[in-house]
């Protein structure tokens, strides 16, 4: 007997929350590190950058598009995956967790203007030139037309489906384990939380090139759309020089 799909939608809310807390308290870092991937500029040099004004408006200028963009991101991350990996185990698919984590890395991609939004605010050398996220949609969308937005998509679109696979493939290794070896709920809480760290903590870091390639790829408004296996390349020359 076939079990019964249950839709989930507590995950699209925890998703939601996780990501926005998340944002609001780290965003001055991830600031600073496209601070120095942009301007190449150290770690000095990038917070003296942003902190020069010493006010929240100036250091938090930029950070809507990634509120946005995370929250519902990681809501559909979370969300879709669970449920349609629940789905799909129900009408016994094979690879269950691999199509629901692409699935669900295809549904982030979605939200990839927010991306390209922020790439341009937190850029310096746009403060003058746009106001807010508002104003980049409606300029871009005029000036260029609409695939002004999805600049760098085939990276994002690649970083977020093998991301998703890569993250649940493991996740759930690590919850069997846990399972099968702690009989605690306490302590299964926090073995959880630790190794989503931990995951979570690898895989940006395994990601991180392709993050430098879409900021990179972003920087660039109107003109031609270059290719991420050329600008990857004069990357890793720049950075051999």
């Not at 600031?31 to 902190?51: D, G, H, P, T």
């Not at 946005?68 to 967790?97: E, H, P, W």
């Given at each position: 007997?076939?079990?019964?799909?249950?839709?989930?939608?507590?995950?699209?809310i925890?998703?939601?929350s996780?990501?926005?807390?998340?944002?609001?308290?780290?965003?001055?870092?991830?600031?600073?590190?496209?601070?120095?991937?942009?301007?190449?500029?150290?770690?000095?040099r990038a917070?003296?950058?942003?902190?020069?004004?010493c006010?929240v408006r100036?250091?938090?200028?930029?950070?809507?598009?990634?509120?946005?963009?995370?929250?519902?991101?990681?809501s559909?991350?979370?969300?879709f995956?669970?449920?349609?990996?629940?789905?799909?185990?129900?009408?016994?698919?094979?690879?269950?967790r691999?199509?629901?984590?692409?699935?669900?890395?295809?549904?982030?991609?979605t939200?990839?203007?927010?991306?390209?939004?922020?790439?341009?605010?937190?850029?310096?050398?746009?403060?003058?030139k746009?106001?807010?996220m508002?104003?980049i949609?409606?300029?871009?969308?005029?000036?260029y037309?609409i695939?002004?937005y999805?600049?760098?998509?085939?990276?994002?679109f690649?970083?977020?489906?093998?991301?998703?696979?890569c993250?649940?493939?493991?996740?759930?290794?690590?919850?069997?384990?846990?399972t099968?070896?702690?009989?605690?709920?306490?302590?299964q809480?926090?073995?959880?939380?630790?190794?989503?760290?931990?995951?979570?903590?690898?895989?940006?870091?395994l990601f991180?090139?392709?993050?430098?390639?879409?900021?990179?790829?972003?920087?660039?408004?109107?003109?031609k759309?270059l290719?991420?296996l050329?600008?990857?390349?004069?990357?890793y020359?720049?950075?051999?020089?």
């Amino acid at each position: 007997m076939k079990k019964k799909f249950l839709f989930h939608e507590k995950e699209f809310i925890c998703g939601w929350s996780a990501a926005a807390t998340n944002i609001v308290i780290t965003y001055p870092i991830q600031k600073m590190s496209a601070f120095q991937v942009l301007f190449n500029e150290n770690i000095i040099r990038a917070s003296q950058c942003i902190f020069r004004e010493c006010s929240v408006r100036s250091v938090y200028r930029g950070m809507l598009p990634p509120l946005c963009q995370k929250s519902i991101s990681i809501s559909c991350m979370f969300g879709f995956y669970n449920n349609l990996n629940d789905y799909l185990q129900t009408r016994d698919v094979k690879f269950a967790r691999y199509w629901s984590g692409l699935a669900s890395g295809s549904m982030e991609s979605t939200t990839m203007p927010f991306e390209r939004m922020q790439s341009i605010l937190i850029n310096k050398n746009f403060n003058k030139k746009y106001k807010n996220m508002l104003h980049i949609m409606l300029k871009l969308r005029k000036e260029y037309g609409i695939k002004e937005y999805y600049r760098g998509f085939s990276i994002i679109f690649f970083r977020n489906t093998m991301g998703n696979i890569c993250f649940f493939t493991l996740k759930h290794e690590c919850d069997f384990y846990i399972t099968n070896n702690f009989q605690v709920p306490i302590i299964q809480s926090g073995a959880q939380f630790i190794y989503g760290g931990l995951i979570g903590s690898m895989l940006s870091t395994l990601f991180y090139p392709l993050t430098v390639l879409k900021l990179t790829l972003q920087k660039q408004v109107g003109g031609k759309f270059l290719s991420p296996l050329k600008t990857a390349r004069e990357l890793y020359s720049d950075g051999k020089n």
